[in-house]
C-alpha cells in the first residue's frame, strides 16, 4: 500500500504565503514525478507544477515566478513554496506521484486526499 500525506494548506491573505508538503509512504521502490494539482469550485482539477526524480520541473503559467516545486528523494517528500497569493489561487490542493512499488514494473499515479488553500482579498 502507498498513501501520499498532505500538509501545510490554511488560510492567507492576499500577498501571503503558504508551504505545501506532501510525503509519500509504504511499499515503494522508486518514486518517479511528483506534482501538484488543484481544482477550483466548479472547474476542472489543474496541473500547477511537477517536479521529476532528476529535479527537472514545469510550472503552469499562473504559477510561474510565484510558486516553487522542489523534492527530497531520501525523503520520498515534494513540497510546494507559494508565494505572493492571489485570490484566485483558493483551491484544493492534491499531491501526485508516480511510484514504482515493483521493480522491472512501471509506476503507478497515486493521489492524496487534498489540503484547502484559501486566499481572501
Known amino acids: 500500500q502507498v498513501q501520499l500525506v498532505e500538509s501545510g494548506g490554511g488560510l492567507v491573505q492576499a500577498g501571503g504565503s503558504l508551504r505545501l508538503s506532501c510525503a509519500a509512504s509504504g511499499s515503494i521502490f522508486s518514486v518517479n514525478v511528483m506534482g501538484w494539482y488543484r481544482q477550483a469550485p466548479g472547474k476542472q482539477r489543474e496541473l500547477v507544477a511537477y517536479?521529476?526524480?532528476?529535479?527537472?520541473?514545469n510550472y503552469a503559467d499562473s504559477a510561474k515566478g510565484r510558486f516553487t516545486i522542489s523534492r527530497d528523494n531520501a525523503k520520498n517528500t515534494v513540497h510546494l513554496q507559494m508565494n505572493s497569493l492571489k485570490p484566485e489561487d483558493t483551491a484544493v490542493y492534491y499531491c501526485?506521484?508516480?511510484?514504482?512499488?515493483?521493480?522491472?514494473?512501471?509506476?503507478?499515479?497515486?493521489w492524496g486526499q487534498g489540503t484547502q488553500v484559501t486566499v481572501s482579498s
Open positions: 517536479i521529476t526524480r532528476a529535479f527537472g520541473t
Open positions: 501526485n506521484a508516480n511510484i514504482r512499488t515493483v521493480i522491472n514494473r512501471p509506476g503507478t499515479d497515486y
